[in-house]
Protein backbone atom coordinates (compact mmCIF):
# COMPACT_ATOMS: atom_id res chain seq x y z
CA UNK A 1 0.00 0.00 0.00
CA UNK A 2 1.79 3.41 -0.78
CA UNK A 3 1.80 5.96 1.54
CA UNK A 4 -0.59 8.43 0.17
CA UNK A 5 -3.05 5.55 0.15
CA UNK A 6 -2.41 4.94 4.16
CA UNK A 7 -2.62 8.85 4.76
CA UNK A 8 -5.97 8.67 2.47
CA UNK A 9 -7.13 5.77 4.86
CA UNK A 10 -6.21 7.62 8.24
CA UNK A 11 -8.18 10.66 6.96
CA UNK A 12 -11.13 8.79 6.45
CA UNK A 13 -10.89 7.41 9.73
CA UNK A 14 -10.92 10.29 11.51
CA UNK A 15 -13.44 12.14 9.23
CA UNK A 16 -15.22 9.26 10.49
CA UNK A 17 -14.14 9.35 13.69
CA UNK A 18 -14.67 12.75 14.45
CA UNK A 19 -18.27 12.64 12.36
CA UNK A 20 -19.20 9.91 15.01
CA UNK A 21 -18.17 12.28 18.22
CA UNK A 22 -20.71 14.96 16.08
CA UNK A 23 -23.34 12.42 16.36
CA UNK A 24 -22.85 11.64 19.83
CA UNK A 25 -22.82 15.44 20.58
CA UNK A 26 -25.88 15.60 18.90
CA UNK A 27 -27.55 12.85 20.60
CA UNK A 28 -26.81 14.86 23.97
CA UNK A 29 -23.83 12.06 24.70
CA UNK A 30 -21.87 15.03 26.42
CA UNK A 31 -24.65 17.41 27.78
CA UNK A 32 -23.16 18.43 31.16
CA UNK A 33 -26.40 18.49 32.52
CA UNK A 34 -27.41 14.91 32.22
CA UNK A 35 -23.68 13.96 33.51
CA UNK A 36 -24.28 16.24 36.66
CA UNK A 37 -25.64 15.38 40.27
CA UNK A 38 -28.89 17.34 40.09
CA UNK A 39 -31.14 15.02 42.02
CA UNK A 40 -35.06 14.46 40.82
CA UNK A 41 -37.99 13.09 42.40
CA UNK A 42 -41.02 11.60 41.29
CA UNK A 43 -43.44 12.08 43.93
CA UNK A 44 -42.87 14.03 47.96
CA UNK A 45 -41.78 10.73 49.29
CA UNK A 46 -38.99 10.50 47.17
CA UNK A 47 -38.14 14.36 48.02
CA UNK A 48 -38.56 14.48 51.74
CA UNK A 49 -36.38 10.87 52.70
CA UNK A 50 -33.84 12.33 50.03
CA UNK A 51 -32.33 14.81 52.24
CA UNK A 52 -33.17 18.59 50.58
CA UNK A 53 -35.83 18.87 52.05
CA UNK A 54 -35.01 19.39 55.53
CA UNK A 55 -38.05 17.54 56.58
CA UNK A 56 -39.94 14.54 57.85
CA UNK A 57 -43.02 13.20 57.90
CA UNK A 58 -45.70 13.49 60.09
CA UNK A 59 -46.96 10.31 61.52
CA UNK A 60 -50.63 9.88 63.03
CA UNK A 61 -49.63 9.99 66.40
CA UNK A 62 -48.13 13.25 66.00
CA UNK A 63 -51.02 14.89 63.66
CA UNK A 64 -52.90 14.06 66.53
CA UNK A 65 -50.76 16.31 69.03
CA UNK A 66 -50.87 19.31 66.53
CA UNK A 67 -54.37 19.25 66.56
CA UNK A 68 -54.24 18.92 70.59
CA UNK A 69 -52.41 22.83 69.95
CA UNK A 70 -53.05 25.91 70.85
CA UNK A 71 -51.91 29.07 70.97
CA UNK A 72 -49.87 28.44 67.98
CA UNK A 73 -50.09 30.38 64.43
CA UNK A 74 -50.98 29.30 62.27
CA UNK A 75 -53.20 27.12 63.44
CA UNK A 76 -52.90 23.38 62.66
CA UNK A 77 -56.20 22.45 62.92
CA UNK A 78 -57.34 25.58 61.09
CA UNK A 79 -54.69 25.43 58.37
CA UNK A 80 -56.85 21.58 58.03
CA UNK A 81 -60.08 23.03 57.72
CA UNK A 82 -58.71 26.30 55.58
CA UNK A 83 -57.22 23.85 52.72
CA UNK A 84 -60.30 21.00 53.35
CA UNK A 85 -61.22 21.48 49.16
CA UNK A 86 -57.93 21.47 48.28
CA UNK A 87 -57.53 17.82 50.16
CA UNK A 88 -59.37 15.44 47.65
CA UNK A 89 -60.61 12.53 49.19
CA UNK A 90 -57.83 10.07 47.83
CA UNK A 91 -58.38 7.24 50.17
CA UNK A 92 -61.56 4.98 49.50
CA UNK A 93 -63.70 4.56 52.73
CA UNK A 94 -62.16 7.56 54.40
CA UNK A 95 -64.49 10.73 54.56
CA UNK A 96 -63.64 14.39 54.56
CA UNK A 97 -64.30 15.52 58.08
CA UNK A 98 -67.34 18.49 58.19
CA UNK A 99 -67.19 22.09 59.05
CA UNK A 100 -68.74 20.77 62.73
CA UNK A 101 -65.28 18.20 63.41
CA UNK A 102 -63.48 20.85 63.83
CA UNK A 103 -65.72 22.96 66.46
CA UNK A 104 -66.37 19.75 68.06
CA UNK A 105 -64.85 18.67 71.02
CA UNK A 106 -65.72 14.98 70.83
CA UNK A 107 -62.66 12.48 70.67
CA UNK A 108 -64.25 11.32 67.36
CA UNK A 109 -64.67 14.36 65.51
CA UNK A 110 -60.85 15.05 66.13
CA UNK A 111 -60.40 11.03 65.36
CA UNK A 112 -61.99 11.31 62.01
CA UNK A 113 -59.82 14.67 61.38
CA UNK A 114 -56.88 12.86 62.08
CA UNK A 115 -57.80 9.62 59.87
CA UNK A 116 -58.54 11.59 56.74
CA UNK A 117 -55.11 13.67 57.60
CA UNK A 118 -53.15 10.97 57.50
CA UNK A 119 -54.40 9.12 54.75
CA UNK A 120 -54.43 12.07 52.74
CA UNK A 121 -50.53 12.43 53.45
CA UNK A 122 -49.62 8.89 52.71
CA UNK A 123 -51.78 8.73 49.60
CA UNK A 124 -50.43 11.85 48.51
CA UNK A 125 -47.06 11.25 49.35
CA UNK A 126 -46.52 8.42 47.07
CA UNK A 127 -48.78 10.20 44.24
CA UNK A 128 -46.57 11.01 41.34
CA UNK A 129 -45.48 14.88 40.95
CA UNK A 130 -45.96 15.48 37.17
CA UNK A 131 -48.30 12.70 35.40
CA UNK A 132 -49.68 15.25 33.07
CA UNK A 133 -45.64 15.51 32.47
CA UNK A 134 -45.27 12.07 31.40
CA UNK A 135 -44.35 11.20 34.80
CA UNK A 136 -40.95 13.32 34.06
CA UNK A 137 -39.11 13.42 37.56
CA UNK A 138 -38.73 17.12 39.42
CA UNK A 139 -35.86 18.94 40.35
CA UNK A 140 -35.84 20.36 44.22
CA UNK A 141 -36.31 24.02 42.62
CA UNK A 142 -39.61 22.90 40.66
CA UNK A 143 -41.27 20.84 43.76
CA UNK A 144 -40.80 23.67 45.70
CA UNK A 145 -42.55 25.68 43.06
CA UNK A 146 -45.38 22.99 42.88
CA UNK A 147 -48.71 24.54 44.35
CA UNK A 148 -49.12 21.20 45.61
CA UNK A 149 -45.55 20.99 47.74
CA UNK A 150 -46.72 24.07 49.83
CA UNK A 151 -49.83 22.21 51.29
CA UNK A 152 -48.70 19.17 51.55
CA UNK A 153 -45.44 20.60 53.30
CA UNK A 154 -47.42 22.37 56.26
CA UNK A 155 -49.97 19.62 56.64
CA UNK A 156 -47.85 16.49 56.32
CA UNK A 157 -44.29 17.26 57.48
CA UNK A 158 -42.14 18.71 59.99
CA UNK A 159 -38.61 20.47 59.85
CA UNK A 160 -35.82 17.79 60.51
CA UNK A 161 -34.10 18.12 63.90
CA UNK A 162 -30.90 19.02 63.95
CA UNK A 163 -28.77 17.02 65.82
CA UNK A 164 -25.55 18.32 66.75
CA UNK A 165 -22.19 16.57 67.58
Given amino acids: MSTQAIGAAAAG???????GATIAYAA??????KGSNIKTYAN?????????????????????????????EPDYKNLIKGNLTNMA???????KPSDSD??????????KIVTFTNKWCEVRKSKSLSEEQGNKKLTKNEIEANS??????????????????
Avoid at 48 to 56: C, I, L, T
Avoid at 89 to 95: F, K, P, Q
Fill in 44 to 72: FLEYVQGDESGRVFLVEAEIKDKLDESGK
Fill in 89 to 95: SLASGVD
Fill in 28 to 33: GAFDGE
Fill in 13 to 19: TAILGGG
Fill in 102 to 111: FTSTEETSKT
Fill in 148 to 165: EWALFKIICTKEKAVTQI
